[in-house]
């Protein structure tokens, strides 16, 4: 399944959209039933297209949020005010809906399931995505390596998926779930040294790292990483805009 996932040339698939539910006020994940699937891994994106009754198309990138689960497609979008396709996505969309999507795409930020060393995610906002779909990915294959989450989001009610993660961080043994407010809740900052330096691991461990956010945030926790001693070799990272 893996190579299939990674490689291979790209085709546009009629998708259905099968279920939806919001994460957050401005957040809603979208499930889709896509026939002929060939499957990916957590951490790979798809594009999706919408066609207008005039032929206009628009096109963007979503990160998947689940792993492989046959021709079940998940993706969890983030209404951008000025944005052309997400408003539609939230807030249009609707079951029995079709749209089409092409992929997987993306062989770099990506975790296998075989792999067993210390795993450390850190997400900024609606960057929490793929890697939830890696959190998930490691709770259906029974995966023992211990991962660590540091989630960067503006308040508590922002958090995208807050039952689950407080489930999981409960329940999954090895999973530890660090908040960090930058807006509002127990002293609201930015994301700094001593934030990844206590909540991740240290280097010594040769843990892999896998950051995705907005590009600032990329930034500065990649240098972060990277001035604590972490293999910049190890250390992925995945940026988005507004779309």
Not at 7 to 25: F, I, K, Q, V
Not at 124 to 130: D, F
Not at 160 to 170: G, I, K, P, S, V
């Amino acid at each position: 399944m893996a190579r299939a996932a990674v490689s291979g040339r790209l085709s546009w698939r009629r998708a259905t959209l099968t279920e939806a539910r919001a994460e957050n006020a401005s957040a809603r994940t979208l499930v889709f039933d896509v026939p002929g699937w060939p499957g990916h891994l957590a951490g790979q994106h798809v594009d999706v297209r919408l066609t207008a009754d005039d032929g206009y198309t628009a096109q963007r990138s979503y990160s998947m949020s689940a792993p492989a689960d046959g021709e079940r497609v998940e993706i969890t979008v983030q209404s951008v005010a000025d944005g052309e396709v997400s408003p539609y996505l939230v807030d249009v969309l609707g079951v029995g809906d079709a749209v089409e999507l092409r992929g997987p795409i993306g062989g770099w930020f990506v975790w296998r399931p075989e792999q067993l060393d210390p795993v450390l995610l850190v997400a900024g906002g609606s960057g929490i995505v793929p890697l939830m779909a890696m959190i998930r990915a490691r709770r259906e294959h029974g995966n023992r390596s211990v991962f660590r989450l540091i989630y960067s989001v503006r308040t508590p009610d922002d958090v995208y998926y807050a039952d689950e993660l407080r489930r999981r961080a409960r329940d999954d043994h090895g999973l530890e779930v660090t908040y960090v407010y930058t807006r509002h809740g127990e002293n609201p900052r930015r994301i700094t040294v001593a934030d990844v330096n206590t909540h991740g691991w240290p280097p010594g461990l040769d843990p892999a790292c896998f950051v995705c956010g907005p590009t600032g945030f990329v930034e500065t926790v990649a240098d972060i990483l990277v001035a604590l001693g972490h293999d910049p070799r190890r250390v992925k990272t995945e940026r988005f805009g507004p779309s």
